[in-house]
């Protein structure tokens, strides 16, 4: 158990829809980062948040947004569902960010399914 | 080209032999990650090293930052060691913080 925690497990939906996806870190972490794992394009870096704030955009669709809460929790927004965003998305915490590099610790993910 | 490469992307192999995955990229790194994902989805990160060598129990991890590879081996292997392994390097942002950039994994399958 690597202390980091996603809800739902598990979530099916149709097209066109809107999901929330959420996490909560390690305590004492304060980086929250997001990840897609689909079948055709693998594991791929969303987004990453530091105490509150947006420090680093990757493939993120602008259908997709993401935020970071005072308690250090984080959500994922998809709306607009397709069929393409079906995929496995993960959470990672980490102590910090900038000086050094901090080990991601990875939460089990939530399944999407986009019917 | 991706900037992560791993081989090999399948590897089957006896209860008992020594297996090496390797990994090789192209990107300048602060650090990098072997992570070992099962059936059931879930990532576990094995190892985070930046140089040398690290080994925890019968794995073991090297990295060679000049030639931009690590190997990460398993002695013993085992039925259980049978999951998915992947490369993860830590590269720099704009802000300097670390961004993962995975390498597709390679499929381990170990027969009793």
């Known amino acids: 158990d690597s202390g980091v925690t996603q809800t739902p497990k598990h979530l099916i939906t149709a097209t066109g829809q809107r999901v929330t996806l959420r996490c909560s870190p390690r305590s004492g972490d304060l980086s929250v980062y997001w990840y897609q794992q689909s079948l055709d394009q693998g594991l791929q870096f969303l987004i990453q948040?530091?105490?509150?704030?947006?420090?680093a955009k990757g493939n993120i669709l602008e259908r997709f947004s993401a935020q970071q809460f005072p308690d250090l929790h984080s959500e994922l927004n998809l709306s607009s569902l397709e069929l393409g965003d079906s995929a496995l998305y993960f959470c990672a915490s980490s102590v910090g960010t900038g000086t050094g590099y901090n080990e991601q610790f990875f939460g089990p993910g939530t399944r999407l399914t986009v019917l | 080209k991706n900037e992560v490469e791993q081989s090999p992307q399948n590897l089957t192999a006896q209860e008992g032999e020594f297996i090496t995955i390797n990994c090789s990229y192209s990107v300048g790194i602060s650090a990098l990650h072997w992570l070992q994902q099962h059936p059931g989805g879930g990532i576990v990160s094995l190892f985070m090293l930046s140089s040398g060598k690290k080994k925890h129990g019968r794995l073991i991890a090297t990295i060679n930052i000049q030639e931009k590879h690590s190997s990460l081996h398993i002695t013993a292997s085992h039925p259980r060691d049978s999951a998915v392994y992947i490369c993860a390097v830590m590269g720099r942002t704009n802000f300097g913080n670390e961004k993962l950039t995975f390498g597709t994994g390679t499929r381990l399958t170990i027969i009793p």
């Open positions: 948040y530091y105490n509150g704030e947006e420090r």
